[in-house]
């Protein structure tokens, strides 16, 4: 493919600058992560000097309310990104933040750990509110905080709730979830976690394998510092208004709003059959599509779920909750480069293969992903139509593989030359492709709306 002049559709650069507001770097240090970095070294230098000012109180209490209207602000924003009127909207809204994440992700090459590491904690918010949603439908949650809030609309089942009913919901328990998100690894950017992580001399690669005793160290002290940060940390934002009865709700609200967050997190260590299980597998999830080790390999992704369901079978997580999630996610993962056969008028598969980018949630039969395809007749194309790949035609699977390898090794030159942008470096390594990276392809403008109306 040749590579046009990269730039970006509203939307792509939305994704970029919520990424860069939640776990962003920059001399302003105004990102969530950057605000509480200096929370923590903030803590740290207190710590270490005489008792705080009750001026150095006053201004600590100002900079609590301001990170908190600031992580308000970010979960306000992932909610207007991916909810929608009803219940297919949102979820493609939701696949569309979730694609576009995958697909201005770097998947080969030195960035990749430092991007995913950027990438889990949005990622992984929007799994949890999309969980979430199945399991009430499925009539298959039970936790208090979530049960007050569903109560009080007493005559209305979870899938029919008005806008006032949704924004009700939205407010008190898929923004709290969201928040929970967000911080469950806050604390590992703590002082004494980053030791863990960069060593003493701060020279060391933090995406290494720790030790048993390091990992051991590093979990209690996250968990630690995560909580400090979420009750210290985060103040509760101010009530705007002139109704004593409303500040009364709303300090109800807020207070109630802080112990689901806290409770979540809580249980999300050992989740067992609980609501902990609403962060806990994503987590396990998207630690495995976004990978920070250095074994990360793009082509294996479809295999998340064996890790997933292995926690679970350990104990380590909900089979329920993880089969819930497969339902919405499939096998393949949003913004994935599916290779695949297209059969003709007759059913019968031709002599070449075409590329595809998984688009949609909740695919009918999970091994069989959604689509936008990216090719058509080996051209690239920014206006394809969207298809079911079949387990039957998807080169991932190995009775395809072994289907594609019974070409001629001319045939698969020709069609990689048409298909490779470095065809010349790639050739010995993708002779007999699995997936293909569409990141590069997506860096196109008119490649980036694989999910507006599909042109036939």
């Given at each position: ?13 939305q994704?970029q600058v ?10 302003l240090?105004d990102?969530?992560?950057e ?8 803590q740290?230098f207190?710590?270490?000097t005489?008792?705080?000012s009750?001026?150095s ?10 990170r908190?209207?600031?992580l ?11 909810e929608?009127?009803d ?5 493609r ?11 201005i992700?770097p ?12 990438c ?8 949890s509110v ?9 009539n298959?949650v ?11 609309f ?11 009913a ?10 709290p979830?969201?928040m ?11 002082p004494?976690?980053?030791a ?12 290494r394998?720790?030790?048993?005793e ?11 510092h ?52 609403l962060?806990k597998v994503?987590?396990?999830y998207?630690s ?6 250095e ?9 998340v779920y064996q890790?997933?369901?292995k926690n679970?079978?350990?104990?380590a997580c ?12 499939g096998m ?6 599916v ?8 059913g ?6 075409e590329y595809?980018?998984v688009?949609?949630?909740y ?6 992903p959604?689509?936008r ?7 690239f194309i920014?206006?394809?139509h969207?298809i079911?790949?079949?387990?039957t ?11 594609v390898a ?8 020709e ?21 293909w990276?569409?990141n ?7 490649n980036q709306?694989l999910?507006?109306?599909?042109n036939?």
């Amino acid at each position: 493919m040749t590579k046009n002049a990269s730039y970006q559709t509203h939307f792509t650069r939305q994704v970029q600058v919520l990424q860069a507001k939640i776990y962003g770097r920059s001399k302003l240090k105004d990102s969530m992560l950057e605000r509480a970095i200096g929370y923590f070294e903030s803590q740290e230098f207190t710590a270490n000097t005489e008792k705080k000012s009750d001026a150095s109180a006053t201004l600590e209490g100002l900079e609590q309310t301001e990170r908190s209207s600031h992580l308000l602000s970010i979960c306000q924003e992932i909610i207007e990104l991916t909810e929608g009127e009803d219940f297919e909207e949102t979820n493609r809204k939701s696949a569309q933040l979730l694609g576009t994440i995958q697909l201005i992700s770097p998947t080969e090459g030195k960035k990749v750990a430092a991007n995913n590491e950027q990438c889990k904690s949005l990622y992984k918010a929007i799994l949890s509110v999309r969980l979430l949603d199945r399991l009430l439908l499925d009539n298959n949650v039970s936790d208090k905080n979530i049960a007050r809030i569903i109560n009080e609309f007493p005559e209305t089942a979870y899938a029919d709730f008005d806008s006032a009913a949704r924004k009700r919901f939205t407010e008190q328990v898929k923004i709290p979830l969201l928040m929970a998100s967000l911080l469950q690894d806050i604390g590992n950017y703590h002082p004494q976690a980053q030791a863990i992580l960069l060593g003493e001399d701060k020279q060391q690669n933090p995406y290494r394998n720790l030790d048993v005793e390091q990992r051991k160290k590093l979990l209690q002290l996250n968990y630690k510092h995560t909580l400090n940060y979420l009750i210290e940390g985060l103040g509760v934002t101010s009530y705007v208004g002139n109704s004593k009865e409303e500040r009364d709700q709303f300090v109800i609200d807020e207070q109630a709003k802080k112990q689901f967050i806290q409770h979540l997190l809580k249980s999300s260590v050992k989740p067992q059959q609980g609501v902990g299980n609403l962060l806990k597998v994503p987590q396990i999830y998207t630690s495995i599509i976004f990978s920070t080790k250095e074994s990360y390999n793009y082509k294996v992704l479809p295999k998340v779920y064996q890790v997933v369901n292995k926690n679970a079978e350990l104990g380590a997580c909900s089979q329920k909750v993880v089969d819930a999630l497969y339902q919405i996610t499939g096998m393949f993962p949003q913004g994935y480069g599916v290779i695949y056969m297209p059969e003709d008028e007759l059913g019968q598969q031709g002599g070449c293969y075409e590329y595809a980018i998984v688009n949609r949630l909740y695919p009918p039969v999970p091994e069989q992903p959604l689509c936008r395809i990216a090719t058509r007749k080996l051209t690239f194309i920014g206006y394809g139509h969207n298809i079911e790949v079949k387990k039957t035609n998807n080169l991932y699977f190995p009775h395809m593989a072994k289907k594609v390898a019974s070409l001629s090794k001319e045939r698969l030159n020709e069609i990689l030359e048409l298909l490779a942008s470095n065809f010349q470096e790639r050739q010995e390594l993708d002779l007999l492709p699995r997936c293909w990276h569409a990141n590069e392809y997506f860096s196109v403008r008119e490649n980036q709306k694989l999910w507006n109306r599909e042109n036939n």
